[in-house]
């Protein structure tokens, strides 16, 4: 793996309730990436980021924000998840534009 | 809006067959990425394919890049159990944001021995 870690790796939650994931890298990418990947839909951009305190939405990013203070850490939270937030999350990381993207190994996260 | 179509979705073989696995589009791409995602791990990149004609072998696996830049195609020879998993193509349109990959939904691939 490219020094990429996602915590937690499993979760179970009810609706209602706050959930933040983090992601952290050793890399020093300048770029990382919040997906969630479903049955069907493959893998969606939820939320992205091209430096400290610089994000920008993806593809599926209602319900869903972000933060990063620091290079090395990129936390998604859902405020109030949903049963619909039920899937698996996968953190990924690039040095720049145009780059292939490393993967964390994923959190599974179900709300009940 | 799916930009990448992959096919087949699923496929099922056996030990020592060959296969090929396709991803289409209708827009120009700069580039092409192939990733490999085994159950429990996140994708892991196989190869990136640029140039249109391009031919990258890795092993048993063969990637080409359209000459227009608008297909790939992943040929597996010989495959084998440890070919298993999800295949997945994506890559960046010439006409969007170089920031964001488009993914194509995966083709899963089951070898059995």
Known sequence: ?112 | TQLLEQSPQFLSIQEGENLTVYCNSSSVFSSLQWYRQEPGEGPVLLVTVVTGGEVKKLKRLTFQFGDARKDSSLHITAAQPGDTGLYLCAGFPRAGNNRKLIWGLGTSLAVNP
């Not at chain 1, 990436?33 to 893998?43: A, K």
């Not at chain 1, 939270?77 to 994923?106: K, N, R």
Request: proline content about 4%.
């Open chain 1, 1 to 112: 793996d490219a020094g990429i870690t996602q915590s937690p790796r499993h979760k179970v939650t009810e609706t209602g309730t706050p959930v933040t994931l983090r992601c952290h890298q050793t890399e020093n990418h300048r770029y990382m990436y919040w997906y969630r990947q479903d049955p069907g839909h493959g893998l969606r951009l939820i939320h992205y980021s091209y430096g400290v305190k610089d994000t920008d939405k993806g593809e599926v990013s209602d319900g869903y924000s972000v933060s990063r203070s620091k290079t090395e850490d990129f936390l998604l939270t859902l405020e109030s998840a949903t049963s619909s937030q039920t899937s698996v999350y996968f953190c990924a990381i690039t040095q720049g534009q145009d780059q292939p993207q490393h993967f964390g190994d994923g959190t599974r996260l179900s709300i009940l």
